[in-house]
Each structure stands twice: as C-alpha cells, then as structure tokens.
C-alpha cells in the first residue's frame, strides 16, 4: 500500500506486486526515496486520467532513475481508478511518472508486443481517495512552460508514503 498526501487529501494505493513486480518495486523505491515529496500532478484531464511524479511546483522535470520496462502483457486494464506508468512513444520508457485512469480507457490496454500495441503498464488501484481523485479531475488547467492541461492552482504531492 502507499498512501499519496496532496493538497486535495489522501489517495491510497494497493500495488499489484503479483502482477507487475518490477514496476510496483520501481515505483516503491521512488516512494521510499521521497522522490514524489512536492512533486505535482502536471497533466489532468478530466475523462481521460490524473498524471503526476515527475516534476516540482516549478515545473521543473526532477532527474529519474534508469527506464523500466513493460509489464503491461500482464493485461491489467486500465479502468476506472487504476494507476498506470506513463511513458514517451518508446514502450519501454516509464520512469518515475505515473497516472490515474479517471475512466475506463481500453485504449490504453495491451494487445500486442509491438511499438503500437505494448499500452500502458497498470500496477495498482484506489482503495480509498477516489473522491480525492475526483476532486483533482476537476480543477482549471491552462498551459504552463510548453506543457498542455496543467492545473492553474498546483495540486502537490506533499508526501508519499509506504505501508508495509
């Protein structure tokens, strides 16, 4: 479990370690590290999903760790209040960001073993904080140095904790 303490409130996640074990121990070494300690969501679209984890309020990116890769054949989907590993066109990219699916988006599933078809790795869920999760779903967004669906007002990631 790890708990995500924002500004909006407290968002807990149960890590599906079974499923996908090197991206939940890379995301629990980030989360032990303080890594995502004021780190903010930089990318909210409602519908669609919550992005956070890889930049400070400044919108500076903070300097990852080595790329994982895809675990996404596990076949997870991403549904409704799942978290997922962002990543770039490269399958294999995901870092330190991740995001929380706000709606089912099959779209984003597995279907092959191809640049086109690897999708996006699902490694956990809510278990509580949804409303936390709706809550930031909601908020203004605009642009902000280059970057598209910013928040207006920063929605910070003041402490991530591990449970257990």
């Keep these: ?8 409130g407290v968002i807990k996640l149960q890590l599906f370690a079974d499923k996908a074990p090197a991206t939940v121990e890379n995301f629990k070494s980030y989360v032990s590290e303080g890594f995502y300690d004021g780190t903010i969501f930089h990318r909210v679209i409602d519908g669609f999903m919550i992005q956070g984890g890889g930049f400070t309020v400044d919108m500076e990116q903070k300097e990852t760790k080595a790329q994982i890769k895809n ?25 330190c960001q991740f995001f929380i699916n706000v709606a089912d988006n099959s779209f984003l599933n597995f279907s092959s073993e191809t640049s086109s078809g690897w999708g996006y790795c699902v490694f956990g869920e809510v278990v509580e904080g949804m409303d936390v999760v709706d809550k930031i779903k909601a908020v203004a967004t605009g642009r902000k140095f280059g970057h598209a669906d910013v928040p207006v007002e920063n929605v910070v990631i003041e402490k991530a904790e591990l449970h257990g």
């Design 1 to 8: 479990m790890v708990s995500l303490h924002t500004n909006f």
């Design 71 to 95: 675990e996404a054949n596990n076949k997870v989907p991403n549904k409704k209040g799942t978290i997922a590993m962002a990543r770039t066109n490269d399958p294999h990219s995901a870092t």
